[in-house]
Nanobody, 124 residues
Framework: QVQLEESGGGLVQAGDSLRLSCAAS????????VGWFRQIPGKEREFVAT??????YYADSVKGRFTISRDNAKNTVYLQMNSLKPEDTAVYYC???????????????????WGQGTQVTVSS
């Protein structure tokens, strides 16, 4: 079992930066694929970024602005978000899963564990 808890969300202006954190429980956390998704009301959960086999992958919409990283010693995953835009406004969720294949890393259903989410609001 893995439990995830996000933090770091908030209200910022366009162009600002935020860093989200996801603290995980579980001794085998280092072996999991970990990622970030986001969701706005009425829309499906959207892939943002993930670390698969120690390599980061990003959605095109955030590439070059967001950076995902993990610290296995601290059981924590980070999402550094720079040059934020109003369209980045969403609830951001941390996710973890095992046995995820590369073709499924952008699919929410491939992840077994989810946090409760943290709101990010970017004003124009």
């Amino acid at each position: 079992q893995v439990q995830l808890e996000e933090s770091g969300g908030g209200l910022v202006q366009a162009g600002d930066s935020l860093r989200l954190s996801c603290a995980a429980s579980g001794r085998t956390f280092s072996s999991y694929t970990v990622g970030w998704f986001r969701q706005i009301p009425g829309k499906e959960r959207e892939f943002v970024a993930t670390i698969w086999r120690n390599r980061p992958y990003y959605a095109d919409s955030v590439k070059g602005r967001f950076t995902i990283s993990r610290d296995n010693a601290k059981n924590t995953v980070y999402l550094q978000m720079n040059s934020l835009k109003p369209e980045d406004t969403a609830v951001y969720y941390c996710a973890a899963g095992s046995g995820i294949i590369l073709s499924s890393i952008r699919t929410p259903g491939a992840y077994n564990y989810w946090g409760q989410g943290t709101q990010v609001t970017v004003s124009s």
